[in-house]
């Protein structure tokens, strides 16, 4: 049964769903069960991916990895996700941009996601 807010993604295409209201249905893409994507939360490699929230005046900013993670081509943050008073935001990148992301909201309780083409989904 998927539940909110989790994220699946098909092995075959590439697809990547969030749920938004969960159901008893299997996810299903190209003909086969979509996976679980698990959010990681502790990074002991290389490359750092777990989120860094930081207040700023106007709202949040939303740093991936305590070193910058790279934006290459072939390995870069598609996406990063703040969810805020439990509203979600989102800020989609491409190769090339920086790997943050700026949202100006205000809220109490804040924690962010996002996704690196090559290593998952991390939570921060």
């Known amino acids: ?4 807010r989790q994220v699946y993604k098909c092995e075959a295409c590439g697809n990547i769903i969030e749920v938004l209201w969960g159901g008893e249905g299997e996810l299903v893409c190209c003909g086969q069960p979509m996976v ?11 490359e750092k991916h777990v989120p860094v929230v930081e207040k700023t005046a106007d709202g949040y900013k939303v740093k991936v990895g305590s070193v910058a993670h790279p934006m290459e081509e072939k390995h870069y943050i598609q996406w990063i996700e703040l969810i805020a008073d439990g509203i979600s935001y989102f800020r989609f990148l491409n190769p090339g941009d920086a ?24 939570k921060g």
Request: net charge negative.
């Open 36 to 46: 679980l994507l698990k959010e990681g939360v502790t990074d002991a490699a290389k």
């Open 99 to 122: 790997p943050e992301a700026e949202f100006c909201v205000k809220a109490e309780s804040v924690s962010a996601r996002e996704y690196c083409n090559l290593h998952g989904l991390w």
């Open 1 to 4: 049964m998927a539940e909110r």
